[in-house]
């Protein structure tokens, strides 16, 4: 590891960077160094200004991968270098979508898909407690609290939370515990050169993607979308967006609000103000306030 590449992850560890985000600006660096066959420090506005460009144009880079290089070069430009360079460009990000959710019914067949014990905890616990799956991979034994029914979470940034413990799931845990025994990682990796280490996000994606699709659900590609049903389904039983957030992780709100967009049972709920009008009463003449009328 060079000196340069130290030196930044130290940088990002100071900024309490996620492990994701500091692969992608790690990734970003490496990828102008490459291009140019230079070390990034001898990088100039222009050339940086000519590289994002070839990304945009000549490579076709989606939206949302130029903005994360260009946000890893801010990063490097402005932290790690002894010459900032000002990469102050802005590039539109694709349009957010709506998150697709999967009915309780949907998510009950995926869970119940698959044979194996530890793959059905890992989807159960995901669901359950609304976590990315950063933080499902990250789970310890001591995190799970069966006094307090919650679960204590790592999420972004290294922030701590606290999030729900379900019944149902506390019944299946004991059951994996006494066949699993795990030392340190709730969910450890099978394989023995990785013995006592923790899943990789892949294996994670794959449990779920091939239980989705042995249940036979066709929609709801991607395993967060068991997060974005846990807090659609809270909110559709009418439990507070604000606690919703608070277990979700959302240092905004404008975060969490975005389920009330999903949630069509909570949506269908609310009455059109056209069928508010008391269509009976509004047809009567009231004839006391007729001009024309005579006394």
């Given at each position: 590891?060079?000196?340069?590449?130290?030196?930044?992850?130290?940088?990002?560890?100071?900024?309490?960077?996620?492990?994701?985000?500091?692969?992608?600006?790690?990734?970003?660096?490496?990828?102008?160094?490459?291009?140019?066959?230079?070390?990034?420090?001898?990088?100039?506005?222009?050339?940086?200004?000519?590289?994002?460009?070839?990304?945009?144009?000549?490579?076709?880079?989606?939206?949302?991968?130029?903005?994360?290089?260009?946000?890893?070069?801010?990063?490097?430009?402005?932290?790690?270098?002894?010459?900032?360079?000002?990469?102050?460009?802005?590039?539109?990000?694709?349009?957010?979508?709506?998150?697709?959710?999967?009915?309780?019914?949907?998510?009950?067949?995926?869970?119940?898909?698959?044979?194996?014990l530890?793959?059905?905890?890992?989807?159960?616990?995901t669901?359950?407690?609304?976590l990315?799956?950063?933080?499902?991979?990250?789970?310890?034994?001591?995190?799970?609290?069966?006094?307090?029914?919650?679960?204590?979470?790592?999420?972004?940034g290294?922030?701590?939370?606290?999030?729900?413990l379900?019944?149902?799931?506390?019944?299946?845990?004991?059951?994996?515990?006494?066949?699993?025994?795990?030392?340190?990682?709730?969910?450890?990796?099978?394989?023995?050169?990785?013995?006592?280490?923790?899943?990789?996000?892949?294996?994670?994606?794959?449990?779920?993607?091939?239980?989705?699709?042995?249940?036979d659900?066709?929609?709801?590609?991607?395993?967060?979308?068991l997060?974005?049903?846990?807090?659609?389904?809270?909110?559709?039983?009418?439990?507070?967006?604000?606690?919703?957030?608070?277990?979700?992780?959302?240092?905004?709100?404008?975060?969490?609000?975005?389920?009330?967009?999903?949630?069509?049972?909570?949506?269908?709920?609310?009455?059109?103000?056209?069928?508010?009008?008391?269509?009976?009463?509004?047809?009567?003449?009231?004839?006391?306030?007729?001009?024309?009328?005579?006394?």
């Amino acid at each position: 590891m060079t000196p340069l590449r130290q030196k930044m992850i130290r940088a990002m560890e100071l900024k309490n960077l996620s492990h994701h985000t500091q692969r992608a600006y790690l990734d970003a660096v490496t990828g102008i160094a490459k291009f140019y066959n230079q070390s990034p420090e001898k990088m100039t506005k222009e050339k940086i200004e000519d590289y994002l460009l070839y990304l945009k144009h000549e490579k076709g880079n989606a939206p949302n991968s130029c903005y994360s290089v260009l946000t890893g070069l801010r990063f490097f430009y402005k932290y790690v270098t002894e010459k900032q360079i000002p990469v102050t460009y802005s590039i539109r990000r694709t349009l957010r979508k709506l998150p697709q959710v999967l009915t309780m019914q949907e998510i009950w067949k995926i869970i119940c898909s698959t044979n194996n014990l530890k793959h059905r905890l890992i989807l159960m616990t995901t669901y359950s407690a609304g976590l990315r799956v950063s933080e499902t991979i990250n789970l310890k034994s001591e995190n799970i609290d069966s006094k307090t029914m919650t679960i204590k979470v790592k999420g972004k940034g290294k922030k701590e939370r606290y999030t729900l413990l379900s019944k149902t799931l506390l019944v299946e845990l004991r059951s994996y515990y006494r066949q699993y025994h795990p030392k340190s990682y709730l969910f450890p990796s099978s394989f023995k050169k990785n013995k006592n280490q923790p899943l990789s996000y892949e294996s994670i994606r794959k449990i779920y993607e091939d239980a989705r699709k042995k249940a036979d659900v066709k929609k709801g590609a991607g395993v967060h979308t068991l997060r974005h049903s846990f807090a659609t389904h809270l909110l559709e039983a009418g439990f507070d967006i604000r606690k919703i957030q608070v277990l979700m992780g959302h240092a905004s709100l404008s975060t969490t609000m975005i389920y009330l967009h999903v949630s069509r049972e909570t949506l269908s709920k609310i009455p059109s103000p056209l069928d508010l009008i008391d269509k009976k009463h509004a047809n009567k003449k009231d004839s006391t306030h007729d001009p024309n009328h005579n006394t």
